[in-house]
């Protein structure tokens, strides 16, 4: 079966600081991958997706950026994080019709 | 460019009471809709799906018709439980919603508190 593994569970960095969040799938080739962002008080916003190895999009222009150096490898970075990168990040994978699974997500607070 | 719109709530309820949270959508073409729910401190689980017109999705006693008329995806819940208490989330995809692999377009959620 498919599984989606992410980590941390819980961050707290200082602003300036770089960050790097990691998620894994297992159990697939090829899923398409996903980062999800929900701030505290607003809905889940799509950061970044992948269809492959090298190959990333971004929905939304920002301070973070995200590389798939494996097929079931993807991502998360900063190299240097601000207050507003605060809130709770999510690796998902799959596609339609089937759905989407997601990671069990990362705290992240930024002081 | 597509858009789902949900009650925020919070909702709060009494054990046993029935549920509807509404959730209706905007889409250029024919799209995939979920329910998905976040219990606290954790990430989304998919609650139900439904991919075509007329659909009925359904879960854990929870469900959801696919209304192409309407454009909606109401959830409903004969009698809730105060381990349903969570933040639910209607969303949909589409190729070219929230990013070119067809992402999801997710509603802000809504919180569901069930009170004993």
């Known amino acids: 079966s498919q599984t989606i593994h992410q980590w941390p569970a819980t961050l707290v960095q200082p602003v300036g600081s770089p960050l790097s969040l990691e998620c894994t799938v297992e159990?697939?080739?090829?899923?398409?991958l996903y980062w999800y962002r929900q701030a505290a008080g607003r809905g889940l916003q799509l950061l970044f997706y992948s269809v492959g190895i090298g190959q990333i999009s971004s929905e939304v222009p920002q301070n973070l950026s995200a590389s798939r150096p494996q097929d079931r490898q993807f991502i998360l970075s900063s190299k240097k994080l601000l207050l507003s990168d605060s809130g709770f990040y999510l690796c998902?994978?799959?596609?339609?019709?089937?759905?989407?699974?997601f990671g069990s997500g990362t705290r992240l607070t930024v002081v | 460019g597509d858009s789902v719109t949900q009650m925020e709530g919070p909702v709060t309820l009494s054990e046993e009471a029935f549920l509807t949270i509404n959730c209706t959508y905007t889409?250029?073409?024919?799209?995939?809709l979920f329910w998905y729910v976040q219990y606290p401190g954790e990430g989304l689980q998919l609650l139900l799906k439904?991919?075509?017109?007329?659909d009925k999705g359904s879960n854990k006693g929870f469900e959801a018709t696919y209304r192409k008329e309407t454009t909606s995806f109401h959830l409903e819940k004969g009698s809730v439980q105060v381990s349903d208490s969570a933040v639910y989330f209607c969303?949909?995809?589409?190729?070219?919603?929230?990013?070119?692999?067809?992402?999801?377009?997710f509603g802000k959620g809504t919180h569901l508190i069930i009170q004993p």
């Open positions: 889409a250029t073409g024919y799209p995939s």
């Open positions: 159990g697939t080739s090829n899923p398409n």
């Open positions: 998902a994978w799959g596609g339609r019709p089937y759905g989407y699974t």
């Open positions: 439904a991919t075509k017109a007329d």
């Open positions: 969303a949909l995809s589409e190729i070219g919603s929230g990013g070119g692999a067809d992402g999801l377009t």
